[in-house]
């Protein structure tokens, strides 16, 4: 089955630990993005990749850094300088980024620091 | 400044009662607007594209349609599995970039 995996689907750090989180796709999507999601909040573009060894910042990229090797993963690092890294991560895919492309998104992982 | 606005923030219906909900935006450049439905600690689930003004799409219970300057996600007759997050999001002209509304929680009663 085609689709979008995340882990894990908890993860719990304690302040001042860098911590990566996994996202695969097999869907042979160009793009993947990273969002962050708080309650009441809309979804925040973190990062975006349109291809291999490509990426861009999004809306709110300071404290987290993403690496893209290979097509299929985009995992990302939040790291200490993040001031408020506790929220629900959402990776996501889409065919191309130009364009209009539906993204496809992973289950999530919820990320809780203290 | 590009901006998506939903409206309600939460609706409750009783069972059967239909209702829409609303996406109003402002974005240079549209090349598409999105739904989603999110269910608690979930990922969004892709629902509809919409590309032009006029266009209209369905699935099961639920309609999409779209103007210039806003979409209405029509819900008929709704069951309680219909209860949700539902998120709408606009594309940006060349970036491929969504922007995301904040959500309509839809409560379905029974």
């Known amino acids: 089955d085609g689709g979008i995996t995340q882990s894990p689907k908890y993860l719990f750090r304690k302040e001042g630990q860098n911590v990566t989180l996994s996202c695969e796709q097999n869907?042979?999507?160009?793009?993947m993005y990273w969002y962050r999601q708080d309650p009441g909040q809309g979804l925040r573009l973190i990062y975006y990749s349109q291809i291999v060894n490509d990426f861009q910042k999004g809306d709110i990229a300071e404290g987290y850094s993403v690496s893209r090797e290979k097509k299929e993963s985009f995992p990302l690092t939040v790291t200490s300088a993040q001031k408020n890294p506790t929220a629900f991560y959402l990776c996501a895919s889409s065919l191309r980024s130009q364009g209009a492309y539906e993204q496809y998104f992973g289950p999530g992982t919820r990320l809780t620091v203290t | 400044e590009d901006q998506v606005t939903q409206s309600p923030e939460a609706l409750r219906l009783q069972e059967g009662e239909s209702s829409s909900l609303n996406c109003s935006y402002t974005v240079s450049g549209l090349r598409g607007l999105f739904w989603y439905r999110q269910d608690p600690g979930k990922g969004p689930e892709f629902l509809f594209t919409l590309y032009s003004a006029g266009e209209e799409k369905e699935k099961e219970r639920l309609k999409a349609t779209l103007t210039k300057k806003e979409s209405f996600l029509h819900i008929t007759a709704p069951k309680p599995e219909d209860s949700a997050t539902y998120l709408c999001a606009v594309s940006r002209s060349n970036t491929g970039k969504l922007i995301f509304g904040q959500g309509t929680t839809l409560q379905v009663k029974p």
């Open positions: 869907l042979n999507h160009d793009a």
